[in-house]
């Protein structure tokens, strides 16, 4: 791995240096457009409104535009900023994890030791570790303020960044107002189901279907050229059915059932009913 940004994590008077490095890549087979009609590759250009030129990227900058005037910004503006020249990830405050909602999370980082001693990174960790909290970090990292969550993964520092509150949308839906009644035999069942599921998460035991069908594809087109049978390929595909379940007792039932069976239990006895008296 090649780190991307290199600097200091800050906690007090505690300075511990650090390079950063993307913890996660996409999977997604790279593919690009072709006209249609003879395969020829699609290209797209940076081309100059006022003289019709192509623009090289090194030439590019921005502007902000407020309807009436523009400002622009050279490259050289953006990185005089303060908050940017900054080669510092500061620890803000420290806070119980379940306090972080997992819709700010956004992209993950590891972090490295990046000196002889690694002494006051391993203070940082298992400092963590033992108060069972989450830092909250303030730095910049191109030409953006961030938020971010430092947490251990193993014996590594994390970093995870996070939306700023107001990027996260309200989830204002009037079907929710409406108030609903869910009874002790539906709950009671809706657990069953759940029990009948119930597993330790292991990332590494799902794939992403989509994409190995789409290697599939590739390389029969590879082997095969254009003129390929899809269902040879990948077999018949199913009909998808669809519609609103009626009867939320029964499908919660048989879901409990098929889940049984596919656990190889027996299906209790019924229970024996209470007898009328006089009987």
């Not at 819709?103 to 990174?121: G, H, N, Q, T, V």
């Not at 077999?235 to 029964?250: K, N, P, Q, S």
């Amino acid at each position: 791995m090649r780190a991307i940004w290199k600097g200091a994590l800050t906690f007090g008077l505690v300075n511990v240096p650090v390079k950063v490095y993307a913890a996660t890549e996409e999977h997604d087979v790279s593919l690009h457009q072709v006209h249609s009609k003879d395969g020829g590759r699609i290209r797209y250009q940076r081309v100059c409104e006022l003289d019709g030129e192509v623009v090289p990227y090194a030439e590019i900058d921005r502007a902000y535009d407020d309807g009436e005037r523009t400002v622009v910004l050279t490259k050289e503006d953006l990185a005089a900023l303060p908050a940017e020249r900054s080669r510092e990830i500061e620890v803000v405050e420290f806070v119980p994890t379940d306090q972080i909602d997992p819709l700010l999370f956004e992209r993950a980082y590891y972090l490295e030791p990046d000196s002889s001693s690694p002494k006051a990174y391993a203070l940082l960790r298992e400092t963590l570790e033992r108060t069972d909290r989450t830092a909250v970090v303030r730095f910049s990292l191109r030409e953006k303020t961030r938020l971010a969550a430092l947490r251990v993964r193993g014996n590594v520092l994390t970093l995870q960044t996070l939306r700023w509150a107001d990027e996260i949308r309200e989830a204002a839906f009037p079907s929710l107002e409406e108030k609903v009644t869910v009874s002790d035999k539906e709950l009671k069942l809706s657990a069953a189901l759940v029990e009948g599921f119930a597993a330790d998460f292991d990332p590494g035991s799902f794939t992403d279907e989509y994409q190995d069908e789409l290697r599939t594809l590739i390389d029969a087109k590879l082997a095969k050229g254009e003129a390929i049978d899809t269902a040879e390929t990948f077999g018949e595909r199913e009909e998808e059915t669809g519609g609103e379940v009626i009867d939320l007792m029964e499908a919660l039932r048989a879901s409990v059932e098929r889940s049984r069976q596919q656990r190889g239990e027996e299906k209790p006895p019924p229970k024996k009913g209470k007898r009328a008296s006089g009987q």
